[in-house]
């Protein structure tokens, strides 16, 4: 498997700070402790690429990161859960549509939903406003490995289900930062759309 060579650019607190590279960008979002940082590392194979945390809230900001000179990853930080106070989450939650709705460089949103439970309220709702917005999304089933194969087979087919009437649904796929399930087929989706 080939690494890819990534570095972090810079973290923004507000859309003042966003990189103005002329870069196609694939967003990845989802609750606190979703395995956001963990899956960002393991596509690019490097372990100290993001900041990982066993602590809910951990980004405090969005992560911006060049792979490979031609793409930009954007790690946002997590909805719902965070040790923080209320107008931190609400200020976090903001930045974060604020991104994903008005920035013309993203091309893709990855919306990380923890495949060991039914999707959450935060998950639907996520969904249900990036369809609402037009935005390609992909969802992507993650610590695959910390439940049966059925188990994942069963979680992937009630996603598709969820989304079957979805019009900007790309893909739900099941994926493992451990054993890097998933991983080349997420490569391959994403050249397809930063291309």
């Known amino acids: 498997m080939k690494q890819l060579n990534a570095e972090f650019l810079l973290g923004a607190t507000n859309d003042s700070q966003f990189p103005k590279l002329n870069l196609p960008e694939v967003a990845f979002c989802g609750r606190s402790n979703v395995g956001k940082s963990s899956l960002l590392n393991s596509i690019v194979l490097n372990k100290h690429l993001a900041k990982i945390s066993s602590t809910p809230g951990k980004t405090k900001e969005i992560n911006f990161y060049l792979v490979e000179d031609k793409w930009v990853f954007a790690d946002l930080p997590g ?8 107008n931190l989450r609400l200020k976090w939650t903001a930045l974060n549509w604020h991104y994903l709705e008005k920035r013309e460089n993203l091309r893709l949103t990855c919306v990380l939903v923890d495949s060991r439970h039914d999707p959450m309220e935060q998950d639907l709702a996520t969904i249900e406003r990036l369809e609402f917005a037009g935005r390609n999304y992909l969802i992507i089933l993650t610590k695959c490995d910390k439940i049966s194969p059925k188990s994942v087979d069963e979680r992937k087919k ?3 289900h969820l989304v079957s009437q979805c019009k900007y649904a790309v893909e739900v796929l099941p994926y493992s930062s451990v054993k890097l399930q998933g991983r080349d087929e997420l490569l391959a989706i994403l050249k397809r759309f930063l291309v």
């Open 79 to 86: 909805f719902g859960y965070a040790a923080v106070g209320k």
């Open 158 to 160: 009630q996603l598709e």
